[in-house]
T-cell receptor
Framework: GEDVEQSLFLSVREGDSSVINCTYT??????LYWYKQEPGAGLQLLTY?????DMKQDQRLTVLLNKKDKHLSLRIADTQTGDSAIYFC??????????FGKGTRLHILP | GAGVSQSPSNKVTEKGKDVELRCDPI?????LYWYRQSLGQGLEFLIY????????KSGLPSDRFSAERTGGSVSTLTIQRTQQEDSAVYLC????????FGPGTRLTVT
């Protein structure tokens, strides 16, 4: 079945760029997503990319998609303490099922 | 309402009892998903409703789990003969992009 993998932890110094990586298995994915879950809060959709795109930029966020390698990344420029959260990668297949990774906990070092 | 609502917000039940969880989605959104999130884990897909199509039940972990969506709006997730491993936060998500998350129902089976 479909699977989404991401590393569980990432530590980054405040002001540096954070890069969170994700791999997925479904070659028929239509959308790839990044969600953010702040401590004690629910998930919120951060950004998404269509599978026929290879890059999407939105302010401090850059999403890169390598469809050949089934690799998705989220880059957060100038990481701030407010970026501390769990980031979930997700993919949506042709059956419209959205499969989530286990989440990457981003820790910001002062 | 302005967003997705779920009830109850918290439910503590004894092992072996049945529980019913409710989701009131945002009006007009035909796509509705149920997920569960166990402590420190990612989101596990349970079931997906899309309009009048037959639901995708492929994520339901056992036949103790069932869900329905009446009139294309309110959805209920029923767990029969609850077990301790059913303890989790149950999330309802709606929107064609999976972008609207409910606050979740925290189920604790004692």
């Amino acid at each position: 079945g479909e699977d989404v993998e991401q590393s569980l932890f990432l530590s980054v110094r405040e002001g540096d760029s954070s890069v969170i990586n994700c791999t997925y298995t479904d070659s028929s994915s239509t959308y790839l997503y990044w969600y953010k879950q702040e401590p004690g809060a629910g998930l919120q959709l951060l950004t998404y990319i269509f599978s026929n795109m290879d890059m999407k930029q939105d302010q401090r966020l850059t999403v890169l998609l390598n469809k050949k390698d089934k690799h998705l990344s989220l880059r957060i420029a100038d990481t701030q303490t407010g970026d501390s959260a769990i980031y979930f990668c997700a993919e949506r297949g042709r059956d419209d099922k959205i499969i989530f990774g286990k989440g990457t906990r981003l820790h910001i070092l002062p | 309402g302005a967003g997705v609502s779920q009830s109850p917000s918290n439910k503590v039940t004894e092992k072996g009892k049945d529980v019913e969880l409710r989701c009131d989605p945002i009006s007009g959104h035909t796509a509705l998903y149920w997920y569960r999130q166990s402590l420190g884990q990612g989101l596990e897909f349970l079931i997906y409703f899309q309009g009048n199509s037959a639901p995708d039940k492929s994520g339901l972990p056992s036949d103790r789990f069932s869900a329905e969506r009446t009139g294309g709006s309110v959805s209920t997730l029923t767990i029969q003969r609850t077990q301790q491993e059913d303890s989790a936060v149950y999330l309802c998500v709606c929107g064609s992009l999976g972008q609207y998350f409910g606050p979740g129902t925290r189920l604790t089976v004692t």
